[in-house]
């Protein structure tokens, strides 16, 4: 029997960035996304995969790609499917990929449906298959109908060979004069570690020039929780062999030219024969002649960018559905009063150091195998910062900044979601040297609420009521999260947690544009 994964290796990636319906927000990484990974499945001395791209495409399009993706496939085949988009759920719990023309409210019409894309997988004749989802509620790709904590993975996956990676997307807003909008595009933290541990080898943990699908899965997440990202990918496999889906490059794959060859020795012919040359150089000289010294200021100056903060925020939902304004007392560095920035005391000025000519860098020659080579190094008297400051402020002591208390007021947009970050440009510590200032960035959390739970934006909230009441139909009052109780019809015959919607009672939708769903689950008492 041929080695699992030894026939055809295919990728299909999907990624839908814009949407026709304005209940969806756009979304900035996707896209982005899709080429990354796409670049690196494909690089053959990476993963060497043929990488197929589906972008911004209707959801028709998007299923008969994946349909055919997974037809007339050979047993020995790899394939890999990557997902990134909106994730919807409609009234009875059920996954649902969107497309560029997706109905919010028309999902099992106008989205591809999860049950679609496990049917495929269940009649693929390819013994291995790795599905990784980057959207909203992925988690639930394998769960049951009603959200249960349960995965049933053999039912669910039908048969070995399948591998699911999964992250819940998070969403990253920065304020722009008075309105608050995404930042500019960058992958989302699940896909851009997937990226990062393929294309640098970085996730090949266990050093034997593989990757296999385990070791990416650990790699990004350890990534992730390193950062402080409040997501955790899940996995779910049913594998009896290693998938094996990338291997680690070779360092010549870099992008810049190996030391040593032409530009090596067109480099030694420049060197001035007439300054004297050390009689012992080691390696780390060569590459300091190439690649620039480690450990060097990357220029002249004193003067350098504060750095940036992140400030948490634990936020009850009704706050997030409402807006507000928090204010946070924060320790920091301000703009020296007395010098301005200046450094230098009243009345004095820095003086340039004459050694390095205020470069702040001075040239040595040094002899290696390659002949005598001119290296960069740091500026000893003034120790790399081309300036002497004689007379510095005595209010901050030459530093440029002062450190002080100060009350930040900082307003939360209605519609935030659990996992947002807020970026406030400039609103950080001034550098060292009176250099320009940091971000300031607020992480939000939704605190656990009693009654409702959220989904994007909508809202569930469960209602105990007798059986004989609800088999003839009846009323019951509904609580709402910000608009008191709602007299609600109840149809007759109604099932355990079977929901009701009720519409525009949900949260409201960061860009103003209406308000989620309320999500009514009647629980039958006895």
């Known amino acids: 029997m041929a080695e699992p994964g030894s026939g055809s290796r295919d990728a299909l990636l999907i990624a839908t960035d814009t949407y026709d319906d304005g209940a969806f927000r756009p979304l900035r990484s996707p896209g982005q996304d899709c080429a990354g990974l796409a670049r690196a499945l494909a690089d053959p001395a990476i993963g060497g995969f043929r990488a197929e791209q589906v972008k911004d495409a209707p959801a028709h399009r998007v299923m008969r790609a994946v349909e055919r993706f997974f037809r007339d496939r050979s047993r020995d085949d790899l394939l890999l499917l990557h997902l990134s988009c909106h994730g919807i759920k409609d009234d009875e719990g059920h996954l649902h990929f969107a497309a560029r023309d997706t109905d919010r409210d028309l999902p099992a019409s106008t989205a591809m449906p ?3 894309l496990r049917g495929q997988l269940e009649r693929c004749r390819a013994r291995t298959v790795v599905v990784l989802l ?28 399948r591998v699911v990676l999964t992250a819940t997307s998070r969403t990253e807003y920065a304020w722009e004069g008075e309105r608050l909008e995404a930042a500019a595009p960058q992958p989302s933290r699940f896909t851009g570690a997937l990226i990062e541990g393929l294309a640098t ?16 899965y650990d790699y990004v997440y350890e990534s992730l929780h390193r950062a402080g990202v409040r997501q955790r990918p899940r996995m779910w496999a049913d594998v009896e062999y290693q998938v094996v889906l990338a291997r680690v490059p070779p360092p010549e794959h870099a992008d810049h030219e190996p030391v040593g060859g032409a530009s090596a020795a067109a480099g030694a012919d420049r060197v001035d024969e007439s300054v004297p040359a050390a009689e012992n150089t080691d390696f780390s000289d060569i590459m300091d002649a190439f690649f620039g010294a480690a450990g060097t200021p990357p220029g002249p100056g004193r003067s350098r960018r504060g750095t940036d903060a992140t400030l948490p925020l634990d936020l009850d939902l009704e706050d997030m559905a409402r807006g507000t304004v928090e204010e946070f007392v924060i320790d920091t560095a301000v703009l020296c009063p007395a010098c301005s920035g200046g450094l230098a005391a009243a009345g004095t000025t820095l003086e340039k150091c004459r050694d390095c000519d205020g470069t702040g860098q001075v040239m040595k020659v040094k002899r290696s195998f390659l002949g005598q ?21 005595p209010t901050c002591d030459g530093d440029g900044r002062v450190r002080t208390r100060r009350t930040l007021r900082v ?33 939000v959390t939704q605190r656990p609420h009693p009654r409702f739970t959220r989904e994007g934006d909508d809202l569930h909230v469960h209602v105990l009521l ?17 608009d008191g109780e709602k007299l609600v019809r109840i149809p007759a015959g109604m099932r355990d947690d079977q929901a009701l919607r009720l519409r525009n ?3 409201t939708r960061l860009e103003g544009q209406g308000r989620g769903d309320l999500f009514v689950h009647v629980d039958l008492d006895g």
């Open 114 to 116: 999860a049950a679609f």
């Open 134 to 161: 980057d959207c909203c509620y992925s988690g639930a790709f394998l769960t049951g109908a009603k959200g249960d904590d349960q995965v049933h993975l053999r039912e669910e996956l039908a048969g070995s060979g």
């Open 411 to 443: 307003r939360i947009p209605a519609g935030i979601g659990d996992g947002s970050r807020i970026r406030l440009a400039d609103e950080g510590e001034v550098g060292p040297g009176g250099g320009p200032p940091a971000d300031l960035y607020v992480d």
């Open 505 to 507: 009672l949900g949260m």
């Open 466 to 482: 007798p059986p004989e009441q609800v088999a003839g139909g009846t009323t019951a009052f509904v609580p709402t999260l910000i």
């Open 201 to 216: 080898g970085a996730a090949d943990l266990d050093g034997d020039g593989r990757i296999t699908v385990t070791e990416l």
């Open 373 to 393: 080579v001119r290296t960069s190094a740091a500026c000893g008297p003034c120790k790399g910062l081309g300036t002497f400051l004689p007379h510095p402020c």
